[in-house]
């Protein structure tokens, strides 16, 4: 079965840092561009962060400076370093996988193969 499954969420104060991963299996990461993606209450998920086979990144702006995506193809998981979390970070956080895509098809148009079930992040004092 084909599946990623996300982890790492939690609450946390403002200020603070999280760690999430996105462990993919059923199949490898290595053609893939995975993404992370938020939705918070009311709102339409978007692109947060996506990362290429070859590991170009992007980030949208409210995040750049903060977080950092990374990937480790050996252990087929993608990471999203979340650091200085703002309370408008708060929303549940999915990852998303889509083979060869560019940074832009999946990240702003959100076209993706796969999506994880994802992982609640609350920031709050």
């Known amino acids: 079965q084909l599946q990623l499954v996300e982890s790492g969420g939690g609450l946390v104060q403002p200020g603070g840092s999280l760690r999430l991963s996105c462990a993919a299996s059923g199949f490898t990461l290595d053609d893939y561009t995975i993404g992370w993606f938020r939705q918070a209450p009311g709102k339409e998920r978007r692109g947060v962060s996506c990362?290429?086979?070859?590991?170009?990144?992007t980030y949208a702006d409210s995040v750049k400076g903060r977080f950092t995506i990374s990937r480790d193809n050996a252990k087929n998981t993608v990471y999203l370093q979340m650091n200085n979390l703002k309370p408008e970070d708060t929303a549940i956080y999915y990852c998303?996988?889509?083979?060869?895509?560019?940074?832009?098809?999946?990240?702003?148009?959100?076209?993706?193969?796969?999506w994880g079930q994802g992982t609640q992040v609350t920031v709050s004092s």
């Open positions: 998303a996988a889509a083979r060869r895509s560019l940074l832009f098809t999946l990240c702003v148009e959100g076209r993706v193969d796969y």
């Open positions: 990362i290429t086979s070859g590991s170009r990144t």
